[in-house]
Structures are given as structure tokens and as C-alpha cells.
């Protein structure tokens, strides 16, 4: 790796590392920011969706700004707007300003993550490039689990507004670095797609309003309308993209078998991983009792696996193929879930929980390098902005949608019965997860740019 090389991958971690932690670190104190601001599950649902649904929204965007104004630009004005938004949140005095400061950070998050990869994507090749992804991974997927640690930590000690805190020091650090990166060449700037941007946010923001508010209103004109608003939205921001002379969303890209399939397998696992995360995180506080730096050190085992393990297996799909390991990586990690439907509610670690947590670390450090390596290596290198950005949404949107979801199935509050239903739905979505890969995504490695003007 040249000094170049190594400056660009640290960058890039360091970068999204904060998009990821900011998804994850939240869940632990949500019940001390209910306990604070009040507002109960709904409360704790739109302080994590109001992320997601700007993220996901914007995502899409930003991964074209990205490849059309360069990545060095994008990536600089998300650190600093990232920053803001953060404190922001820090010091919001009520439910409603911490809903908006955290939809203000997915604003920022959502011009983090592609332009992180885009960089890895048009700077390493070959072999190395899937270890150096394999590497984004371990870091950025040790941010996404380690959060709940962090911030549990910070809430037993201090205070929940201290999660929000933590981002300064790797956010200052990815400026410095970034400031030695030249400035690349980019492609004639054209219009940016508004109405693809307001559509797809719309649509979102409807369809989870809908889903939040379902279990508390019930099937109302409010709720149905709403959620039917959203979704013909949604079909209308679709077709909207597929005539757009310049869409944000270049439906085109879907044509590439395992970029296609790959985005789908996508959506199934991480919304496992969400709805995962959440509930456990709120059930070992709000039944097991644990205290918040207990439960986010329940997470421990899995952080270290992934760092250990992701790079390794990125590597090897790089040498092997990645279906083999997108296969039985969700299925190991299904396995892991089924172990936790033995818990009861005090929730035993070292022999109720910690079995569980292995087997799901070990599934998740095989699938997502290969998984992230198999989409972003199936297009061209100059639409990586884009095709990172389009992968980074599903994941949130698939994440956005299972944690809206929630209330559906545990109603007003999650109990020890309604944790192992969420656990189910959990298994069930890997397992999609793994069958999608199975048949959808093939091992030889396609010419992109003939595979993207296959009519």
C-alpha cells in the first residue's frame, strides 16, 4: 500500500465511521432520552428514523454530487455539516429540536458514505481493492456495533447529549487528512435532480409517519392515507428517475445482475441488522435490567469479530467469488438470532446471550466485505459515487423501514414476547437474505461497461 494509498483508506474510514456510528450509538440512550424528553416507543422510533429517512432520502443525491463535483468537496462540506448537526443535538431542549437536529445530521451523514467509498473505489484495483474494502468494512462495521458501548457508557457517566458529542475528534481528523488528498478532475457539472430529491424524501417520510403511527391510531384515515401517499410517491419518484435525462437514481444500474441482486440481499440483512440492534438494545435495559454501559457491552464480542475477521473474508471472496460467502454468512447469523429466542427475562450473558452474539458476528464479518465488494466491483469505476450511494440507501431504507415496523408487532412497548417476535422476524429476513445471494449473484466477474449498455 503507497503512502497515498494509506492516507486515502484512513481518510475514508475515519469519514464514515461517524455516519456509522451516529446509526448505532443513539439506540442506547434512547431509553434516557425517553426517560428526559418523554414521548415513549414513538419518541425513541422517530429519534432513529428521523436519521434515516434524510439519509436514505439524500443518499442518492449525494452519491451523484459526488461523481459530478468531486468527492474531496462533497466529503468536506458533510464533515463540517456533520459537525454542526451533532452539536445540535447535543444541546436541544426538547423531543421535537432532537427529532429535527437528527434529521439535519442525515442531511451531512448522507454525503459521508459515498463519497468514503468512492475514494477506496477509484484508488485501489484488483485483489487489494476488495481487501481494502474488506478493511472500510472491519473499521466502519466496528463503528456500527462498538456505538452502543460508546454510548452507554457516556449515559451511565454523564449524559445522553454526550453521545452526540463523540463524532468532533474523528471528524477533525478526517479534515486533516482529507486537506493532503488532491482534488480530483471531475465530469461537467449538470443539474442536480430537486424533484427526484423531494419525491423520494416525501415518499419516505409518509410511509414511515404511517407505520410509526399505526399501533397508537390505528388503521385511521390519517394512518392509510398517509402510508398510500407515500407509496404512490414512491412509484411516481421511480418513474420520474427512469425518464430524467439525469436521474440521481440510474435505474440502468439495475440491470447488472449482481449489482441487482447484491441491493436486494442488501435490504433483507440490513434490515435485519437494524431491527436487531433496536430491540435488543431497548429489551436488555427496559426488561433484563440492564444498565446502558452493560447492554452496549453485550455488542463487545461482535465488534472484535468483525475487526478480526472482515478483511480476511473480503479478501478471500476476492480470490473465491463472493456467493459462497454472502450465502452462509446470513445463514450463520440467522442461526446466532435463533440462539437468543432462548433468552428469558433477566437474560443471562455468558450463557443466554453471548452464544447468540458470536454466531451472528461470525455470519456478519463473512457477508457484508464480500457483499459491499460484489455490488461496488459489478459497475464501472466512475459511477462508484453513485452505485455506493445507491447501496448505502437500500441499507438505511431497509434499516428505516424495519425500526418504523416495530410497533406493529410489539405495540406500545417491547416486552420479553414481543422481543422473540422481532427475533423471528430477524431470522426470517436472513435467511431471505442468503437465498437471494444463492441464486441471484454469480462469481465471474463481468465487463461493466458492456453489462451496463445491454439493452
Not at 469479530?305 to 452462509?328: C, D, E, N, Q, V
Request: net charge positive; hydrophobic share 55%.
Amino acid at each position: 500500500m503507497t503512502r497515498k494509498q494509506r492516507t486515502i483508506l484512513i481518510m475514508s474510514i475515519l469519514a464514515s465511521f461517524v455516519a456509522f456510528l451516529d446509526s448505532s450509538v443513539v439506540n442506547v440512550a434512547l431509553p434516557a432520552i425517553q426517560r428526559e424528553l418523554g414521548g415513549g416507543l414513538v419518541l425513541q422510533q422517530w429519534v432513529s428514523d428521523a436519521y434515516l429517512i434524510t439519509l436514505g432520502a439524500l443518499i442518492l443525491a449525494a452519491g451523484s454530487l459526488s461523481d459530478l463535483f468531486g468527492r474531496k468537496k462533497i466529503l468536506s462540506i458533510g464533515l463540517y455539516g456533520f459537525l454542526v448537526a451533532s452539536l445540535f443535538c447535543a444541546l436541544a431542549p426538547s423531543s421535537e429540536i432532537l427529532i429535527f437536529a437528527r434529521a439535519l445530521q442525515g442531511v451531512a451523514g448522507a454525503l459521508l458514505v459515498p463519497s468514503s467509498l468512492a475514494f477506496i473505489i477509484a484508488t485501489f484495483s484488483g485483489s487489494t481493492q476488495s481487501k481494502a474494502i474488506g478493511t472500510w468494512t472491519a473499521w466502519t462495521g466496528m463503528a456500527f456495533i462498538a456505538g452502543p458501548l460508546v454510548g452507554g457508557a457516556l449515559v451511565d457517566i454523564t449524559s445522553w447529549r454526550l453521545v452526540f458529542a463523540i463524532n468532533v475528534i474523528p471528524i477533525l481528523v478526517s479534515l486533516m487528512l482529507l486537506r493532503k488528498v488532491e482534488e480530483e478532475r471531475v465530469r461537467e457539472k449538470k443539474r442536480v435532480d430537486s424533484i427526484g430529491i423531494l419525491l423520494c424524501a416525501f415518499s419516505l417520510a409518509a410511509v414511515v409517519f404511517g407505520l410509526i403511527e399505526q399501533p397508537h391510531q390505528g388503521w385511521n384515515v390519517e394512518v392509510s392515507g398517509s402510508i398510500i401517499i407515500g407509496l404512490t410517491a414512491f412509484i411516481g419518484f421511480l418513474l420520474y428517475e427512469k425518464h430524467h435525462p439525469q436521474p440521481m437514481l440510474p435505474l440502468d444500474l439495475f440491470r447488472v445482475r449482481n449489482f441487482s441482486a447484491g441491493n436486494v440481499a442488501t435490504f433483507f440483512i440490513y434490515a435485519a441488522l437494524s431491527l436487531q440492534g433496536f430491540l435488543l438494545i431497548i429489551f436488555l435495559q427496559e426488561v433484563a435490567g440492564y444498565k446502558a454501559t452493560s447492554a452496549g457491552l453485550a455488542f463487545v464480542p461482535v465488534t472484535i469479530i468483525m475487526f478480526l475477521l472482515s478483511s480476511r473474508f473480503g479478501a478471500l471472496a476476492g480470490k473465491y467469488g463472493p456467493r459462497l460467502f454472502m450465502t452462509i454468512g446470513p445463514f450463520i447469523s440467522a442461526s446466532g438470532m435463533f440462539l437468543l429466542l432462548q433468552m428469558n427475562a433477566h437474560a443471562d450473558y455468558l450463557t443466554q446471550l453471548l452464544p447468540g452474539i458470536v454466531l451472528f458476528g461470525v455470519g456478519l464479518s463473512i457477508t457484508v466485505a464480500p457483499l459491499t465488494s460484489v455490488i461496488l466491483g459489478s459497475i464501472h469505476t466512475t459511477q462508484s459515487g453513485i452505485g455506493s450511494a445507491i447501496n448505502n440507501a437500500v441499507a438505511r431504507i431497509a434499516g428505516l423501514l424495519a425500526i418504523a415496523l416495530i410497533g406493529i408487532f410489539t405495540g406500545s412497548s417491547i416486552t420479553l414476547q414481543s422481543f422473540r417476535t422481532g427475533i423471528i422476524v430477524c431470522i426470517t429476513l436472513l435467511i431471505l437474505g442468503g437465498f437471494i445471494s444463492l441464486l441471484g449473484i454469480r462469481n465471474k466477474v463481468h465487463n461493466p461497461v458492456i453489462e451496463q449498455n445491454i439493452t
